[in-house]
């Protein structure tokens, strides 16, 4: 092989090693981008569920309350604000809560919720009865929000997990461009251990071989490699034999 | 010393690894798994550092001794490397020390883990563990040899240092012909095994992991419960007849198939080999029988696959030993010890060995009863001489230095006598399950640090039969 054609491969290699580690470290890169955004998505969409849920829950309290001294119109709207919170919520929730089991919890609570809401909302609207709201709110609302807590642990165990293989994926995006790193340098430092030793190195040891000639008459080098140096060795030592003639 | 040469067969010698990357990538791809880039990107690294020195570096025929034993213990621990960036770059339990844990227990045949959950592993992944059994087998370097075409002066010095001394007294064959023969067998074996699996019920993947594991007496199964998992008679039947025929050494094995009079019915190192299996799984069953309400098939069955998983050193599992009486526990640890034949796939003593050794003991007395008398130890037709006994003698007390230089510093991590002893055993032998910590249904993962990386070295040191190992750091001339 012409030494042209193996500094050409030489550096090809290299080429190819960076490129190859260039593009996975950037399309792993942009996957992570993708996943970190979904993952702050996800999040958002969580905060505002549970934003609305939380609200929807204070604004029947406070219509209760409101209908309690007589104000019924402001009852009605802060109640219809609930509702409007937390048929949003059920939308946000929907997209959230994917799985089976996330989806079975997530019905369990808002049937406690459509129960708490019938039970005590709509039924104390009809019968304005203190005694029978004081004696049943406490019960049905602690269900309710037993109910709640577990549907958030579920969302924020998942979001530990999504978080987890976040930083696995962080680390498998990183290790192919410290890889590349190591390997380019390592390469670079064989390839100039060999270049000396089979390129610079035969190269100096022809010089001094052929400055011996002039006092020495003698023409003595030894080239490992059979590329344009072993020739070059070869054509100087025909050259020798023939100025020695 | 010419290390651009060196590096040019160690590139040949990681080339192979390439290959075998690049079909596990082929089954992450068919798996959509997350494998993928870390074994692709694997495979590009292993191709251009193995093309690399072959471009720059030109071809040279002669090696000196000391240049083929840096390149038989250089391709090794390269091969360690190269092999556990998958696991690293992959991540989960995988840091830098697990990673290389794992890849050299796999190419040394170990096949001790660090993994607390194997079932967690994608597809290609599994393949890439079972590959290194495979790869590590046959040994990388003869691997390289057998394939690429290379000068019969390099090939003598590379498989000086590869093949235990024994294997290629025994081998008495020209080395080409030798090395093919060693593959053939290898490459049969995996084949049929593969095929008796499939047909026993075990899914194709898990039949091809399975087999690379048994002829290569590694021992990394797919999934956690070992081969208990599939709980079936068929399959341990299947696992242990091929794990015995794994420790049979591969010339017998294939003069045998070819019908010649030296076989492994009339080799006294097989017949010794097998009868002491036999006497051991016997005397475990009984001793399970007699002190558990275990039933006695039952306990034949358990006996048999762990005495012969143990004995071969592959380590396969099909029940918990660290529970069994402390009696079985000392037959196995005698195992662990003595392994299987020389010029098989698998490492520790060896039956040939310890055959040598026990004929010796009975010379010795009769030379001491009779001085005036000449006496000779004779293995079948063949005179043992002085100086073979010698090496022999020289590389048992060798072993044991290793195994208690070993132990002690593994105990000054503060871990258990039984663990310390028996992980450096398990790992130097390359047999894989040990006892306590590290026993059949445990993994190595508890461990530090420091004592996973002393575990590796012992690991290496078995493979390489520990004098290949040792000589290259303690050679007085670096030429």
């Known amino acids: ?245 | 010393m010419r290390f651009p040469v060196i590096i040019r067969f160690i590139g040949i010698i990681i080339l192979i690894n390439a290959i075998f990357l690049f079909v596990s990538s082929l089954f992450s791809m068919y798996y959509n798994e997350t494998s993928l880039i870390p074994l692709l990107f694997t495979a590009i690294i292993t191709t251009v550092f193995g093309i690399f020195p072959i471009i720059l570096v030109p071809k040279q025929d002669d090696l000196s001794a000391f240049e083929g034993m840096t390149i038989v213990v250089g391709g090794w621990i390269t091969t360690g490397i190269v092999g556990a960036l998958p696991y690293f770059m992959w991540g989960g339990e995988f840091t830098f020390v697990n990673a290389f844990f794992e890849s050299v227990s796999g190419y040394t045949t170990t096949g001790a883990s660090i993994l607390t959950d194997i079932e967690v592993l994608p597809n290609g992944l599994l393949f890439w563990r079972a590959s290194t059994h495979f790869i590590g087998g046959v040994g990388v370097i003869l691997f390289a040899l057998v394939i690429l075409p290379m000068s019969t002066g390099s090939k003598m010095v590379l498989f000086n240092f590869e093949i235990s001394n024994m294997a290629k007294d025994n081998l008495r064959y020209r080395t080409r012909y030798a090395m093919q023969v060693i593959l053939y067998v290898y490459v049969a074996l995996g084949l049929v095994e593969t095929i008796l699996l499939w047909a026993g019920g075990m899914p194709l993947f898990d039949s091809v992991c399975h087999s690379f594991a048994t002829i290569s007496t590694g021992g990394f199964a797919t999934k956690n419960a070992s081969i208990a998992y599939y709980d079936s008679f068929y399959i341990e039947g299947v696992i242990v007849v091929f794990m015995f025929l794994s420790g049979v050494h591969f010339g017998l094995l294939f003069e045998t198939f070819r019908l010649k009079r030296n076989n492994i019915f009339t080799s006294p190192v097989v017949q010794y080999y097998f009868f002491g299996l036999l006497i051991v799984s016997v005397l475990i069953a009984l001793k399970l029988w007699i002190s558990s309400d275990q039933p006695i098939l039952s306990a034949l069955r358990d006996s048999v696959f762990q005495t012969v998983s143990i004995g071969t050193s592959t380590g396969f599992a099909t029940t918990d030993t660290n529970i069994w009486p402390v009696f079985t526990q000392f037959l196995l640890i005698f195992l662990s010890f003595q392994c299987a034949c020389a010029g098989s796939t698998t490492s520790g003593i060896k039956v040939d060995r310890m055959l040598v050794m026990f004929k010796s003991i009975r010379q010795q007395i009769k030379q001491l009863q009779h001085p005036n008398s000449v006496s000779v130890v004779k293995i079948k037709n063949f005179v043992v001489s002085n100086d073979i006994l010698n090496r022999i003698g020289v590389f048992v007390f060798l072993y044991f230095v290793i195994l208690g230089i070993s132990t002690m510093l593994i105990s000054l991590f503060d871990i258990d006598l039984m663990t310390s002893f028996s992980a450096s055993l398990a790992t130097l032998s390359n047999v894989g399950p040990g006892f306590s910590m590290v026993g059949s249904v445990s993994n190595y993962n508890a461990l530090p640090d420091a004592v996973k990386m002393i575990l590796s070295v012992d690991m290496l040191l078995g493979r390489l039969e520990v004098f290949g190992f040792i000589s290259l750091f303690f050679i007085k001339s670096w030429k």
């Open chain 1, 1 to 245: 092989m012409k030494i042209k054609a193996k500094i050409f491969g030489g550096f090809l290699t290299i080429i190819i090693l960076l490129f190859a580690g260039a593009f996975i470290t950037v399309f792993q890169f942009v996957k992570l981008n993708h996943n970190n955004r979904q993952l702050l998505d996800e999040n958002k969409q969580y905060s505002s569920a549970m934003y609305n849920v939380n609200e929807s829950l204070n604004l029947y309290n406070d219509g209760v309350l409101s209908l309690l001294t007589d104000t019924d119109r402001q009852a009605v709207e802060l109640i219809s604000k609930a509702d409007s919170l937390y048929n949003h919520f059920v939308i946000i929730s929907k997209e959230l809560y994917k799985t089976e089991d996330e989806k079975i919890l997530l019905k369990d609570f808002n049937e406690d919720f459509q129960k708490f809401r019938q039970y005590w909302v709509a039924s104390f609207f009809k019968t304005h009865d203190l005694q029978f709201y004081l004696s049943t709110k406490e019960p049905e609302f602690k269900i309710l929000r037993s109910s709640l807590s577990r549907l958030m642990l579920v969302f924020q165990n998942k979001l530990l997990g999504d978080s987890e293989a976040l930083y696995e994926h962080f680390k498998r995006a990183l290790t192919p461009g410290i890889v590349t790193i190591i390997a380019s340098l390592l390469l670079i430092l064989m390839f100039n251990m060999m270049f000396n030793r089979y390129y610079i190195n035969p190269l100096s040891r022809l010089t001094d071989a052929v400055n011996k000639f002039h006092y020495k008459r003698s023409f003595k080098v030894e080239i490992e490699t059979d590329d344009e140096i072993g020739k070059l060795a070869k054509s100087i030592e025909e050259l020798t034999k023939l100025i020695k003639k």
